[in-house]
């Protein structure tokens, strides 16, 4: 569909670009195409690799950057008068542009080079006026220049975390998705993703485990022009910093690793028109994931992350104390780059979840951990060990714990696995300890699910 008065603008700039592309013909002859630095853009040039290089684009003249060179056409007036006859694009012609939220002033002319001129010279390698690739470019064009409405999305990247999955759908329209080049751009710049290596200043390395993010999309007005009352509840940002701390709970549960999240991020979505110019972000600070412990995310766990995400908000989950105290402890852990403290939060996790749901009256809190240990999980398809080995295996857990805490050395000779077998390794023992806090967690979330009758189908 066409807006009143397309076909006159059509024509209009039909004109303008004939004379533009005859007379780089004849002052040129040949465009050149090739890569171009770009130091306000990062493009991907790899899995991981980020350069500040455009990998195909037209070397324009010199003078066809400079403001107002399309102006000095004579069929550049023309356009204007046919633009400014629109009730809708007249006010968008070198005029503020973008949402009520942000706005940035745009020149028309150099909107009309680039959408319109280059697109037809990188299609066509020429200057040669092709009318079947004019109409494509400027229908396109048009459109997304006089666009009602804009899709913009929110986005906060995730490190130390890959999946076996294109996507997870969770409930209010979150998705947990790989960023976009053009949202991994964003990230770069507002130093949301760590750079493993840079080839000087122009070349970064982002590792794929940090190329993911927890997103949210809204369609937001257009609005062009200084507008001076801004409505209070316009574009609200950040929102997602709730959702991500369940969600990074719950794929902590499930998954276990090291996932973060880091910096909240708002953007439009890369397939439309550029109304909104660059990114805003939220500077917050943040921890960093251990990419040697990543989190994966594998589909067959898929569902089972989305009801534990849905438990979390459960009043009475978030009534639980000791759960709480539990969880917030196992997830701590996790981004500990220390065994012995990763084996400290453990054991404060193990603590609040076991003695309180145990009852052996007059027992140590050692023997009260390695007793609700074996209760709960003595029947757990994940834990492939009889309840005497995940006791014996806890109790030897907690004495190293205390080990650690009261400075006692490392004496880690006696340490064993679940399975019985000894081992001098603390982070081995470590691992086994967070495989145990996990599912003892997640059947505790479980049993609240049950009691609140919680339907995964209902929620989604």
Not at 10 to 20: D, I
Not at 116 to 142: C, H, K, N
Not at 379 to 386: R, V
């Amino acid at each position: 569909m066409t807006s009143p008065g397309f076909d006159e603008r059509a024509a209009a700039v039909e004109r303008l670009v004939r004379a533009v592309l005859g007379r780089l013909a004849s002052e040129v002859g040949s465009p050149r195409i090739d890569r171009l630095s770009d130091n306000q853009h990062w493009w991907r040039y790899g899995q991981e690799s980020f350069v500040g290089l455009r990998p195909r684009a037209w070397l324009m003249p010199p003078d066809v950057p400079i403001v107002g060179w399309l102006d000095r056409i004579p069929e550049m007036g023309a356009v204007r008068a046919s633009y400014a006859a629109d009730p809708v694009l007249g006010p968008r012609v070198d005029a503020l542009l973008g949402t009520i939220a942000s706005r940035a002033a745009r020149n028309f002319d150099w909107l009309l080079i680039q959408h319109v001129i280059e697109p037809m010279v990188l299609a066509t390698g020429s200057y040669e006026f092709r009318e079947d690739v004019f109409w494509r470019v400027y229908a396109q064009f048009e459109l997304g220049f006089g666009a009602a409405t804009v899709t913009m999305v929110e986005f906060l990247p995730l490190n130390g975390f890959e999946s076996t999955m294109p996507r997870l759908e969770l409930p209010g329209g979150l998705v947990l998705q790989p960023m976009s080049d053009g949202q991994m751009d964003h990230a770069i710049n507002a130093l949301a993703v760590p750079r493993v290596a840079a080839s000087g200043v122009n070349g970064v390395q982002v590792s794929r485990l940090d190329q993911w993010a927890l997103t949210r999309s809204r369609v937001v007005e257009v609005v062009a022009g200084h507008v001076d009352v801004m409505p209070p509840d316009t574009d609200q940002f950040p929102t997602l910093l709730e959702p991500a701390s369940w969600l990074i709970t719950a794929l902590r549960i499930v998954c276990g690793g090291s996932a973060i999240t880091t910096r909240p991020l708002y953007a439009q979505t890369d397939d439309e028109f550029p109304i909104v110019r660059g990114a805003r972000a939220a500077l917050t600070s943040f921890g960093a994931a251990d990419n040697a412990r990543p989190t994966h995310l594998m589909s067959q766990d898929a569902e089972t992350v989305r009801i534990v995400y849905l438990a979390l908000g459960l009043p009475a989950v978030q009534q639980d104390r000791s759960l709480q105290v539990a969880i917030r402890r196992l997830v701590a852990a996790g981004t500990r780059n220390d065994d012995g403290d990763r084996l400290i939060d453990l054991s404060i996790a193990a603590e609040a979840l076991f003695i309180q749901r145990v009852n052996l009256a007059g027992a140590s809190k050692g023997n009260k951990i390695a007793a609700g240990a074996a209760q709960m999980l003595s029947n757990d398809p994940q834990i492939t060990a009889d309840p005497t080995e995940i006791s014996d295996f806890m109790a030897e857990i907690y004495r190293a714990r205390n080990a650690e805490i009261h400075g006692d050395g490392q004496p880690y000779g006696r340490l064993r696995r679940l399975s019985g077998v000894p081992t001098e390794s603390l982070a081995l023992a470590v691992a086994e300890a967070e495989l145990v806090m996990r599912r003892a967690v997640h059947m505790v979330l479980q049993d609240h699910v049950t009691a609140h009758g919680l339907a995964l189908a209902a929620q989604t």
